[in-house]
């Protein structure tokens, strides 16, 4: 687009998700044109480019049959310039569990970007253990895969009702800037603000959010065929002073638009409660040719048409953004009930809390980092527990149920002395100072800048066409001698007791052999910490050690470093072999280790306990 419009000549380039890979394709033949061969074109374009994985549901990631891949990228096709080979290669599933004919579009992202990240923390970690066989031998917390949450537009997605009463409690400026520039600090005027003001709006965004409700409803139903004679009880739907409850999605099934129907009956005497009634607002929308969504939608239609409980419970279609934007501040709480972990982040409880709505959640995605009790409630979840899904999806349908009546219901119609419901009000307060500052746009682009941005700009610029050339040259050549790389022997020179107190220092004495590589190209590392109850180190820290002779007469090397015993408890270490080299943004970059076989025996894993 930059270079489209003539804007500025991009540095780095961010490819989200797999649909906009091939860019990294076009960049490598233009620098082959440029005189670089593939692996130094390959070099400099990965330098400058960051890639993000959105989802860790296998059927969200492109993978396409070789064979199409190949066709439009052979000889007379896209790029003539460049092997198709080497352009597979990137896409191949190279790794144990991969599949053998398939190219893997998240897989080529992986391979075209030297920064990499998922869009919260919790699918930062899962990402890392979906793509680990791409970084084989590596522990999955190791994998260079970090993660930064996602975040939401608030001029976009903050009603005008709400930046109004900012403005006027606090200044228009001060409201502006909490919204763009963020900083908790700006957030936390919203303790100045009085309950009797956020009652009052928290129940004008119901009522309008009611009569929106009603017009959408009436213009579904004329368009299912319905006389306006028909639709007179429209005008009783929702009431403005019910617990409002939203769920609004496209509807992939693991977002389980029906989880609330699991048990009617249940769900029935929630919404008809006589004293703590609640209604929902569903809105939805299925890809075309989902027909499991479809199912899906159907369902929940049906029930929201018996005549018991259609005051109660609607459902919308075509949810889109104009919808949402109504829909978020007039819902007091916002539900999100996906099968964990297979929400990445999940961004419209973000919106909903930036207007002082309350999210009940699952804990996933983006809520599994920041949801605290005193702003939202945690559907306890069964992941791990429940033996199949249709066990999983009764008990976590129960825990709401029984959340939604013991919990969240009880909260929004108890009344203080001042006749508001104070502790309701607390939580919304807390949802706006808490989390309005983290959900912004800009932090997320914050973040993006400072820890991805701004090292993919000084890596891509470090790799003039001759770096690039030493880089790829230096990959190769490790790639190559990589499999003589051993750990000989490791020795501590105080042998390890149970009586190894803390604040003691090891000695630790490593003979390696590099084979044709040299210390110059390795970094030789103890590695400690703390061991659980499969004898495997946890919290793992690292220290390089250095060489201090050699080669011998055998081409050995000996490196020695200190190891502090400076934690309590299960304690082990052991060494391994790593490539080092000033271009690389992360020791597992390559994919290489070498660890102590088991023959080397004696010290290589020492614990104590
Ligand atoms: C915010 C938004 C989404 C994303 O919602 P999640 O289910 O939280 O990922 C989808 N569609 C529309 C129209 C949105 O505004």
């Known amino acids: 687009y930059c270079r489209l419009t ?15 890979g091939f860019l990294g394709l076009e960049r490598i033949a233009e620098l082959c044109d440029e005189g670089l061969d593939f692996d130094a074109g390959l070099e400099a374009v990965r330098a400058g480019t960051v890639f993000t994985t959105h989802t860790p549901v296998p059927a969200g990631i492109d993978r396409f049959d070789r064979e199409l891949v190949a066709q439009h990228f052979g000889p007379d096709a896209e790029l003539p310039r460049i092997d198709v080979e080497r352009i597979l290669g ?41 793509f680990s066989g791409l970084w084989p031998g590596f522990d999955a917390d190791e994998v260079p895969i970090t993660s930064v949450t996602n975040g939401v537009h608030a001029p976009t997605w903050v009603a005008p009702e709400v930046f109004r009463l900012g403005s006027r409690q606090v200044g228009a400026e001060r409201t502006e800037d909490a919204m763009t520039v963020g900083g908790s600090d700006r957030w936390d005027a919203v303790a100045e603000i009085p309950d009797g003001d956020i009652w009052e709006l928290r129940r004008n965004l119901r009522e309008q959010l009611v009569l929106e409700v009603r017009e959408r409803l009436a213009a579904s139903w004329r368009q299912r065929g319905a006389g306006t004679a028909e639709l007179g009880w429209i005008d009783g739907v929702l009431d403005p002073d019910v617990l409002t409850i939203g769920f609004a999605r496209r509807v992939p099934s693991y977002k389980r638009l029906t989880l609330m129907l699991r048990d009617q009956d249940r769900l029935m005497e929630l919404l008809l409660h006589p004293e703590r009634p609640i209604q929902i607002v569903v809105a939805g929308k299925a890809h075309p040719a989902d027909d499991g969504g479809k199912r899906l939608i159907q369902e929940l239609v049906k029930f929201a048409d018996d005549p018991r409980v259609r005051h109660r419970i609607v459902f919308l279609p075509d949810y889109g953004m104009a919808m949402a934007q109504k829909l978020y501040p007039g819902c007091d709480v916002w539900l999100n009930n996906p099968l964990r972990p297979l929400e990445a982040c999940g961004t419209s409880g973000m919106k909903a809390a930036l207007n002082g709505c309350l999210n009940l959640s699952v804990l996933d995605g983006w809520w599994d980092e920041w949801f605290r009790p005193d702003f939202g409630w945690a559907i306890p979840t069964a992941d791990g527990t429940a033996t199949d899904d249709d066990r999983r999806d009764d008990l976590e349908a129960a825990a709401l149920y029984e959340l939604l009546e013991q919990r969240v219901a009880p909260r929004f119609y108890e009344r203080g002395q001042g006749g508001l419901p104070d502790r309701w009000i607390e939580m919304v307060r807390q949802t706006l100072t808490h989390l309005g500052p983290k959900v912004l746009a800009g932090r997320m682009v914050r973040e993006y800048v400072d820890r991805l941005y701004a090292p993919a700009a000084r890596a891509h610029r470090a790799l003039n066409p001759d770096t690039a050339r030493e880089s790829a040259r230096w990959k190769a050549r490790v790639r190559g001698a990589w499999h003589r790389v051993k750990v000989d022997h ?23 052999d590099l084979g044709e590589l040299a210390p110059d190209d390795v970094e030789v590392q103890a590695v400690s910490g703390r061991v659980d109850s499969e004898d495997r180190i946890t919290d793992a820290a690292s220290v390089p050690l250095k060489p201090t002779s050699g080669p011998d007469e055998e081409g050995r090397w000996v490196y020695e470093g200190p190891l502090a015993l400076d934690r309590t408890g299960p304690f082990g270490y052991t060494v391994r072999i790593l490539p080092s080299h000033r271009l690389l943004a992360s020791p597992a970059e390559l994919g290489l280790l070498a660890v102590p076989s088991e023959e080397t025996g004696e010290g290589a894993g020492v614990l104590m306990r």
Do not use: I, K
Request: aromatic share 4%; glycine share 12%; charged share 15%.
């Open 6 to 20: 003539g804007h500025a000549a991009p540095e780095v380039f961010h490819t989200n998700e797999g649909h906009a």
């Open 90 to 130: 990137l896409g191949m599933e190279t790794y144990s569990g991969g599949g053998p004919n398939v190219f893997n579009m998240a897989v080529m992202g992986l391979r075209l970007a030297q920064r990499a990240n998922g869009v919260s923390l919790l699918h930062g970690q899962v990402s890392r253990e979906m």
């Open 490 to 512: 490791v020795e501590a020179s105080a042998a390890p007791t149970s009586t190894a107190e803390l604040g003691a220092t090891l000695m630790l004495r490593v003979r390696v």
